[in-house]
């Protein structure tokens, strides 16, 4: 499924130290063999929490998150039960609006939102929605206004901006609330968290004629560049770069192709470049003799198989919970105005489009 939310993901600088905080929740609608709602939440890209409308429970995916205490998690899962129910209204409004009330297909409402802490202070948040994979309404956080994608999102857009209280509380939680949370989060979590883990760098060719592959893997944390340089110059024509992807050891890979003619294969000009987030080390590797594979190092070898990514799930579902009361704002909520017409009530969790 295609996510326009993958722009977020971007690197901020070679060797800056960013952590994030994400939380992603779906609704689906459809005969499809999959739960209704669902809800994970991911710092520095892995999965802390989870939540689904068939169990009905919020549940810690990791050890650090469990020193959390049966008020936190109550408190999730009520948040997320109210939203299962925002999520299924929404999703009606918008099938209405495309002319699908009649459809018998599967359709997906998805919001995403979150926030970054660069190392040296610096902030972003983002809130965006989208529709059966595609962008439908995003937050623009110097205007705190809404964004519409389509011309059948601007319904939605008209109704949000129309007081801008929307727009103004979710404001506060990416500024405030997000990042204290997503601050006590890696502490929790600092040894794993904030561990580094050095590359293994193999490049590998399937004949003369094939674009050369440098292939990053196990490394820590995600945040990583990987690119080639000819004559200490980066090169950018002929380059294609791969999608950062999970190991199933909670390390990532990365790979980055080149295009180059055969007679440079052994001329020593080219070399992989790898630069780790929070290491000032750039780990190097040469391009010669590349029938033999190349390795840089501490590397495993030549690169035998894609490896699994383990976050699947990720790319349907997305989320945060928010919550009217203030309290739980404490609680890593953020408040939200959530009905559709503009009231309040206690039973709303997200904004209905």
């Known amino acids: 499924m295609k996510l326009p939310f993958l722009l977020f993901l971007g690197i901020y600088g070679a060797h800056a130290v960013t952590h994030s905080l994400k939380y992603f929740y779906t609704g689906v609608s459809g005969d499809i063999n999959f739960p209704e709602f669902t809800t994970v939440g991911l710092v520095d890209e892995g999965q802390f929490m989870y939540f689904d409308s068939n169990t009905k429970t919020a549940v810690p995916k990791t050890e650090w998150m469990k020193r959390e205490g049966a008020e936190y998690w109550d408190s999730q899962t009520q948040g997320l039960i109210g939203a299962h129910q925002t999520?299924?209204?929404?999703?009606?409004?918008?099938?209405?609006?495309?002319?699908?009330?009649?459809?018998?297909?599967?359709?997906?409402y998805q919001m995403m939102c979150g926030c970054e802490l660069d190392d040296d202070g610096t902030r972003r948040g983002y809130f965006q929605y989208g529709y059966d994979g595609e962008d439908f309404v995003s937050l623009d956080q110097r205007t705190l206004t809404w964004t519409a994608a389509n011309q059948k999102a601007v319904i939605t857009k008209?109704?949000?901006d129309a007081t801008g209280a929307e727009a103004n509380i979710l404001?506060?939680?990416?500024?405030?609330?997000?990042?204290?949370?997503l601050q006590k989060y890696v502490n929790y979590?600092?040894?794993?968290?904030?561990?580094?883990?050095?590359?293994?760098?193999?490049?590998?060719?399937?004949?003369?004629?094939?674009?050369?592959?440098?292939?990053?893997?196990?490394?820590?944390?995600?945040?990583?560049?990987?690119?080639?340089?000819?004559?200490?110059?980066?090169?950018?024509?002929?380059?294609?770069?791969?999608?950062?992807?999970?190991?199933?050891?909670?390390?990532?890979?990365?790979?980055?192709?080149?295009?180059?003619?055969?007679?440079?294969?052994d001329s020593g000009r080219y070399e992989c470049v790898v630069q780790l987030s929070g290491v000032q080390e750039d780990f190097v590797t040469r391009l010669e003799n590349t029938k033999r594979g190349a390795e840089g190092s501490g590397s495993s070898g030549?690169?035998?198989?894609?490896?699994?990514?383990?976050?699947?799930?990720?790319?349907?579902?997305?989320?945060?919970?928010?919550?009217?009361?203030?309290?739980?704002?404490?609680k890593g909520f953020a408040p939200a105005n959530t009905s559709d017409d503009g009231s309040n009530s206690s039973n709303n969790t997200a904004p209905k489009a």
């Not at 299924?88 to 997906?108: C, E, L, P, W, Y």
């Not at 506060?172 to 949370?181: A, H």
């Not at 909670?250 to 180059?260: A, E």
């Open 87 to 108: 999520f299924k209204a929404s999703i009606q409004i918008v099938k209405d609006r495309f002319n699908q009330s009649r459809s018998t297909g599967v359709h997906t």
């Open 302 to 330: 030549l690169i035998i198989g894609a490896v699994v990514a383990v976050l699947l799930l990720v790319a349907i579902v997305c989320g945060v919970v928010i919550w009217k009361k203030k309290k739980d704002a404490k």
């Open 189 to 265: 979590g600092k040894d794993t968290l904030e561990r580094k883990v050095h590359p293994s760098v193999s490049l590998l060719q399937k004949s003369p004629s094939s674009p050369v592959t440098c292939h990053a893997t196990g490394f820590y944390p995600r945040s990583v560049m990987v690119f080639w340089r000819r004559d200490g110059d980066q090169v950018y024509e002929d380059v294609e770069h791969g999608e950062v992807l999970p190991n199933e050891d909670g390390t990532f890979q990365n790979s980055v192709h080149l295009t180059v003619k055969p007679e440079d294969l």
């Open 158 to 160: 008209l109704k949000w």
């Open 171 to 181: 404001n506060i939680y990416l500024e405030n609330t997000c990042i204290e949370w």
